[in-house]
């Protein structure tokens, strides 16, 4: 088998994971040993996480599928262990699942009262729609034990693994166990998962395929200073924007930039906000626009620039194609700038061919630049990506749940954030942070996911997982420093990665 990376997790459709364990029972490893990994190495996470469990019942419930196979090895692999276990659901229609229930003593089927944690194993990454009324009946068991830890195995049954989309009463999990690779549905729905293990089963290499950064990875190419690093080793920034009465857009950004390590910033802004940016971001310079734009030898100060945070729709559509041509450096063009390039992304591509470019649209700016409606796009961020890169010919982080980055070779996918960052000023924060390192790396796509895994980890932390409201921005710059301190461990024993919860359970 060819080896991966795997601090890059694998980011599947349904039938993409369902190819992946085709090519490793082709490559010589039996369906019923894949199956019988992923129960005991689900078994070995949950005693090694959840505290007293051998002193704690534990009910499993099973569908009739290899969904229900996973659920019967984990079952007899708790029992083993000393674990009150008791079995419940659908007779296996399936060899696979049938020989992983014969693993199990006739003693461990039935239910379990008051149980401690629900292991649901009904549906898998094959659900698509409805349930029927017989599956309807084991979901009513899982969704009864209100109380109990809810633990899916690969997806909480009903979850549609490529779209996210959920047939009705699909029961949140507390934790979501996966093999060998996130699904997107998984990162569509975080709200539905909760925390997210995905652990190794001995999968082959998946291809060209989306791949999601595990921390180690993130903080491996984040760029480190070092210990006497001056202000213009660690580079400046130049950023442009701050329309009347848009100061702050431009001050968030500064802020992330000064929040990811950049040296120097300098801000362009309109003549009544200088004084809000001075007071707001006073580790920066402020400077008015000019009537021209500026010398490419005064740009030249700037190791990287951001464009377009507060600019004004009208100034941005004037000013914008000038500031790009002058500027030799890498750019990351955001909000009004996003903006002002509807309609002209071909002249965009002319002006900014051969220099290292980053575009940062969310999914309606996206959609107008590919000229088709937000909704296309959310329901398809892949394709969108992918779209968008062709067509301006660059680098592009399309933000959302998840955010999706691509340079047309290579597509990453950053499955960090939460609704705390469903606000305005979210993105012009994330600009800053992407222009900075932008500014250190000299190069868009790793410094797009670096910004952006951050970006969403602080926020993360900002909620520690509880409940959103009451939370502002500031909160999220608050906890950048401790999103950039993190030093991640090795994982676990077959763990490849792990995501928090974004959201308290439904």
Same mark, same amino acid.
């Given at each position: ?201 001995? *999968?082959?290499? =998946?291809?060209? %395929? @989306?791949? #999601?950064?595990?921390? !180690? $990875?993130?903080? +491996?190419?984040?760029?480190? &200073? /070092? ?59 402020? *400077?008015?626009? =000019?009537?021209? %734009? @500026?010398? #490419?030898?005064?740009? !030249? $100060?700037?190791? +990287?620039?951001?464009?377009? &945070? /507060? ?65 296309? %796009? ?129």
């Amino acid at each position: 088998m060819t080896s991966w990376d795997r601090r890059l997790i694998p980011v599947l459709t349904a039938e993409q994971a369902r190819a992946l364990d085709r090519a490793a029972i082709d490559a010589g490893t039996e369906s019923f040993e894949l199956m019988r990994r992923a129960g005991d190495r689900l078994a070995h996470l949950l005693l090694g996480t959840v505290p007293d469990l051998r002193q704690r019942p534990i009910q499993v419930v099973v569908g009739p599928g290899n969904n229900g196979g996973d659920g019967w090895v984990a079952a007899a692999a708790l029992a083993r262990a000393g674990c009150t276990v008791r079995v419940s659901g659908a007779s296996p229609k399936t060899d696979d699942a049938a020989r992983a229930k014969s693993l199990c003593p006739n003693e461990i089927a039935g239910v379990v009262e008051n149980p401690h944690v629900v292991l649901d194993a009904v549906l898998g990454t094959g659900a698509a729609g409805e349930y029927r009324p017989e599956i309807r009946e084991l979901i009513e068991i899982i969704r009864g034990a209100s109380s109990a830890i809810r633990v899916a195995v690969d997806l909480p049954s009903g979850l549609d693994a490529t779209t996210g989309a959920a047939a009705e009463g699909c029961p949140a999990a507390d934790l979501t166990v996966t093999f060998g690779s996130w699904k997107q549905g998984q990162l569509f729905r975080r709200d539905l998962v909760g925390e997210l293990s995905c652990l190794d089963i001995g *999968l082959p290499a =998946p291809g060209a %395929v @989306p791949v #999601a950064p595990e921390d !180690r $990875w993130v903080h +491996a190419a984040a760029p480190e &200073p /070092g210990a006497l690093a001056t202000k213009n080793e660690r580079r400046r920034l130049i950023i442009v924007g701050g329309g009347e009465g848009m100061a702050g857009a431009t001050i968030l950004s500064a802020r992330g930039a000064f929040g990811s390590g950049v040296g120097m910033v300098r801000c362009y802004v309109h003549p009544t906000s200088l004084g809000a940016v001075n007071a707001g971001a006073p580790q920066a310079t402020a *400077l008015r626009w =000019p009537d021209s %734009v @500026p010398s #490419a030898d005064d740009l !030249r $100060w700037g190791h +990287a620039m951001v464009i377009g &945070p /507060g600019f004004g729709i009208a100034a941005a559509r004037e000013a914008l194609l000038g500031w790009l041509t002058a500027f030799p450096g890498p750019v990351v063009v955001d909000a009004d700038a996003l903006t002002a390039l509807v309609g002209r992304l071909e002249e965009f591509t002319a002006v900014r061919a051969g220099r290292v470019t980053l575009l940062t649209p969310h999914a309606a700016e996206a959609g107008r630049l590919l000229e088709c409606g937000v909704d296309e %796009v959310r329901s398809d961020p892949f394709t969108a990506v992918t779209a968008l890169v062709a067509k301006a010919g660059c680098a592009v982080l399309l933000k959302g749940v998840p955010s999706l980055v691509s340079d047309g070779e290579r597509t990453f996918v950053v499955p960090r954030g939460g609704p705390v960052l469903g606000v305005g000023g979210s993105g012009d924060l994330l600009s800053g942070m992407a222009g900075a390192l932008l500014a250190q790396l000299g190069e868009g796509c790793t410094g797009a996911v670096v910004a952006a895994s951050v970006h969403g980890r602080a926020a993360e932390l900002a909620t520690g997982g509880g409940p959103w409201r009451g939370l502002t921005l500031d909160h999220v710059i608050g906890s950048l420093p401790a999103a950039w301190a993190e030093r991640p461990a090795e994982p676990a024993e077959f763990v490849l990665g792990r995501l928090s919860r974004v959201v308290p359970r439904a």
